[in-house]
Structures are given as structure tokens and as C-alpha cells.
């Protein structure tokens, strides 16, 4: 599980490493430099002009020598040093290391002096400003930012787009961040890398080992992480020979409605390939030849309505129940929310409709069972807990929203995000743009619903649940593409990719 943490203690990492690898830290610079620059040089074209533009902090020391080891291997490459101060100690040693070499050219950029043209062609490196900046770029530095955004080039920010902050940019200027189409991030992603308004700055990022001491990454405490199948792999069950269709539970599911039947089909399809022991539907009358031949391996309970869900069945023999893909708002579909809701005695898995009437009836809410699993996309997360300026404060609201009502929120979107009532935080590493496509969140529904009628808690099955959901949407879109991607083929890699995830 990745770590994400905060400028600070990037810092203290750093220096935990000087003190106890033990290594200079114009050495650790090296290594970090070392690491981009085995990454850069793939991306260079034959000809293609470079720029380094570097600041006098460390950021600006890493961009030095990622010069001086590009001159080293016959690229050359303008340096484009902006005097923001006397300079670090470590950027005035690779500074004298860059004098005299072969295929590097050393420039000044001072305020008042003309700004070096910049072709579409070329490729520029940032090395500006790095993590340790504390307010928002302004003056000639600014103009610099502004001048490499409208070039037009191919553009590699080290560690950080410059301008851009590690975790909080509500309060930034957005014009006078650098618009990477490249970050090489140190050791560990940021947080502001994850938030979907700083894409337009990250560009594609991605994570440079620089072998910072694992113990001081063990020993930094934050509640902001990264799932990987190894943190699934950690709470897994094996199943036992002698298990039998009763062992992996009784889940229900109560979805759709008149032109909407789909949602229960793939709902419950979904509960069914990731290991649901016994799935039951509560759909229409109107559904009931879908159901019965699209999932026949599921029961189908008939509401008592053609069209929509008027009746909450009896919930007692069920130890896992999810509720909202396909419902509608009718009024009398509304109350059986509201039933629901009292009566349950487990944690609910609440999706689609079933939020939309939560947010109409915001009262319920304090009545939820203590830890339901609630799966909102942006628009229905705004409307169950209101407006937010940003991604970083739609972030705190949903933790203020989980801990006020104890609560798990499945917040869905690029990097799925599992927020739970202690504070914590779960960014997924699965998925892909393919997944923007109706009924994805119907399967990713059922799929955290089949982990919880196994038996795994509702922390357990929203993190297994997306990251199995993303992983089989990236295996179907490494056969089909982006644009193919439908929700079914989603369910059909399910088993595939708890294969996958779980190694057996």
C-alpha cells in the first residue's frame, strides 16, 4: 500500500535517509536525478531541441544534473537558470559540476530579459520549484510559468508541475502552474496528484524510486494511501474444500424498474462472478423474463408493481442487501428506502436512486446502519452533502460526511476513492476512462455486494470491490480499447481479475 504524505514529511524522509543510509544528500539528489533521467532519455526525439529551466532551490539542483547527464550522452540542451535567490548548497555543487560540459549550454533568466523561444517541437524540463512551495508563484517567476504553458511543447515537470502544491490549491492561481504532460514524482505520489481538478497540470504521472530508508516510510503516519492487490491479498479468505453454496451468503438486491431492468441485470451478474453463495433480486414485475433469463442463477422476488418497486420484502434471511441501480424516485419507492433503512440490521450497500432519494430525504441519513456503503459519483455526492469550490474540498467534506453520519463512501471518479468514518482514505490504482459508461456503477454495486455477503466487512468489500471492478475494466480495455468498454464486459473479466489480484 502506498503512502501518501505531505510535504513535511517528504522532508523529514529525506533527511532520515541522509542521516541513516547514511548518503550525502547531493548524492540522494543524484540518485533522484539518475532515475528521471533514465526515463527522459526515452522520450527524447533524434534532434529535438531540450530545455531545462531550473530554479536555485533542489528542485532546480535535480535539473542540473539531469543536464549535465544528458550532455554526458550527446544531447544537448539550453539551461535556463532563474536567480530566485543565492541557491542551495546542493544546486550550487551540480551548478559547478555542469561548467565546461560537452553539449550543454548555461543561460540566465533574469526579471526584464527576453524569454527564449520555445517550438511546439522541443521538449521542456521543469525543475522550477519542487514541493516545498508555500504560496502561489507570482512575478518573474510567473511570467516563466506562463511562457513554457503557451509554448506548446512536450513538457516533463521533476517532481512536481511547479506552481503546484502537494495536497491544498483552492487558494492558488491556476495560470501560474506549469501544465506538465509528464511528472516524475518522487519515491511517493502527492496528494494533489490523485484530485481530479490538477490533471490539467499533472499530465501522466509517475513514481521515481530514489530508495528513500524504508524505515522512515514505515514510521510516517498519514491516512491517506493508495490501494494495491497486495492490500487485498492481506484480508483474503481461502475457501475451504468442504465449503458449500450457504458459506458465502445470502445477498439480496433490489434494483430496477420499468426500461431500467438492465441495472438488476448487471447488478446481480456482478454479485455472482466475485463469489455471492446465493443472490436474490427484488425487481418490478416488469422484469421478471429479463431476470429470470438474463440471471438465471439468481432468484427473482416479484414486487407486487408492474413498473416500479413498491414493497420492501422480507430482509430477515439475508445478511448482505444493496439497493438503488434502476430504482426511480416514485413515492412509493421512496418509502421502501425508508423501510429499508429501519429495518436493516446489517450495513447496507447504497447506490444510484437510492442516493438520489437519500438526498431528497436527508433525514434518513442519521438513521443508516453504521458503516453502509455508499457508492455516489460527483453529481449525487453534491447533492447528498452539498457543493464544493474543488476536488481537495469535495475531499474534506466527504470525511466530515462519513465521520457525522459513520458512514463508507465510495466517491467514483479516476482514482475511486473509499473515505470511512475514522478519516482514512483509499485512492484506487485500477480502472481507466473506458469505465465512463453507463452500468459500470451497477456492476461495481454488485461487486462490493458479492465481498460482503461472503462475509468480509464493509471496509474490506469497498476496497476489494473497486479495485477488482477497475482491473477487470483494465483487462477488457487492453482487449477492446476505451471507447468498446461497456459495463457487461466489466462483469465478464470479473473473474479474471480476482484470479489476477488474489494470485491463485
Not at 355 to 371: C, M, V
Request: proline residues 4%; charged residues 20%.
Amino acid at each position: 500500500m502506498y503512502k501518501i504524505l505531505n510535504a513535511e514529511q517528504i522532508r523529514q524522509c529525506d533527511a532520515y535517509t541522509i542521516e541513516h543510509e547514511p548518503v550525502r544528500s547531493v548524492d540522494l539528489m543524484e540518485r533522484a536525478a539518475r532515475g528521471c533521467f533514465d526515463i527522459i532519455k526515452r522520450k527524447i526525439r533524434k534532434g529535438q531541441a531540450i530545455h531545462i529551466f531550473c530554479g536555485t532551490g533542489n528542485n532546480g539542483g535535480d535539473g542540473l544534473a539531469i543536464a549535465r547527464m544528458l550532455g554526458g550522452t550527446g544531447h544537448q540542451a539550453d539551461v535556463w537558470i532563474i536567480r530566485l535567490g543565492q541557491g542551495s548548497e546542493d544546486f550550487k555543487v551540480n551548478e559547478k559540476r555542469l561548467q565546461n560540459v560537452r553539449n550543454t549550454r548555461l543561460h540566465e533568466l533574469q526579471e526584464g530579459m527576453a524569454l527564449p523561444d520555445i517550438s511546439k517541437e522541443d521538449l521542456v524540463i521543469d525543475a522550477i520549484f519542487g514541493s516545498g512551495l508555500s504560496r502561489p508563484v507570482e512575478g518573474f517567476a510567473a511570467e516563466v510559468i506562463r511562457h513554457i504553458n503557451s509554448s506548446g511543447a512536450v513538457v516533463v515537470a521533476i517532481d512536481l508541475p511547479s506552481g503546484l502544491f502537494c495536497e491544498d490549491n483552492t487558494a492558488n492561481n491556476p495560470s501560474h502552474i506549469i501544465r506538465a504532460d509528464h511528472t516524475l514524482t518522487f519515491q511517493l505520489p502527492k496528494l494533489s496528484f490523485l484530485l481530479a481538478d490538477n490533471e490539467q497540470f499533472t499530465g501522466q504521472w509517475q513514481v521515481v524510486d530514489i530508495k528513500l530508508h524504508p524505515q522512515a516510510l514505515q514510521q510516517a503516519s498519514t491516512d491517506h494511501y493508495i490501494l494495491e492487490a497486495s492490500d487485498i491479498r492481506s484480508f483474503y479468505k481461502p475457501r475451504s474444500r468442504f465449503s458449500h453454496k450457504g458459506t458465502f451468503g445470502r445477498c439480496l438486491l433490489i434494483a430496477g424498474s420499468l426500461g431500467k431492468s438492465g441495472a438488476a441485470v448487471l447488478g446481480a451478474r456482478a454479485a455472482l462472478r466475485t463469489g455471492a453463495g446465493l443472490v436474490s433480486v427484488h425487481a418490478p414485475g416488469c422484469s421478471h423474463i429479463i431476470l429470470q433469463t438474463a440471471v438465471p442463477e439468481a432468484m427473482y422476488i416479484p414486487d407486487e408493481q408492474h413498473e416500479i418497486i413498491g414493497s420492501l420484502p422480507d430482509i430477515s434471511s439475508f445478511n448482505a442487501i444493496a439497493a438503488g441501480p434502476g430504482l426511480g424516485k416514485d413515492p412509493q419507492t421512496q418509502n421502501v428506502i425508508k423501510l429499508l433503512i429501519q429495518q436493516s440490521k446489517n450495513p447496507l450497500v447504497l447506490d444510484a436512486d437510492a442516493l438520489n432519494i437519500l438526498s431528497e430525504n436527508k433525514t434518513w441519513l442519521s438513521f443508516l446502519p453504521a458503516n453502509s456503503v455508499l457508492t455516489p459519483h460527483p453529481g449525487e455526492f453534491q447533492r447528498l452533502a452539498g457543493k464544493a469550490s474543488d476536488s481537495y474540498e469535495q475531499l474534506q467534506l466527504a470525511k466530515e460526511f462519513c465521520f457525522r453520519f459513520q458512514v463508507i463512501l465510495v466517491l467514483k471518479g479516476a482514482y475511486t476513492t473509499i473515505v470511512t468514518p475514522s478519516g482514512r482514505v483509499f485512492f484506487n490504482s485500477t480502472g481507466n476512462p473506458g469505465m465512463a459508461s453507463g452500468g459500470s456503477g451497477d456492476v461495481l454495486t454488485g461487486v462490493i455486494l458479492g465481498w460482503l455477503s461472503q462475509g468480509y466487512s464493509p471496509l474490506e468489500s469497498a476496497m476489494a470491490g473497486v479495485f477488482v471492478h477497475g482491473y477487470a475494466a483494465d483487462l477488457a480495455a487492453a482487449r477492446l480499447g476505451f471507447e468498446g468498454l461497456i459495463a457487461g464486459d466489466i462483469v465478464e473479466n470479473l473473474p479474471k481479475a480476482i484470479k489476477k489480484t488474489l494470485l491463485y
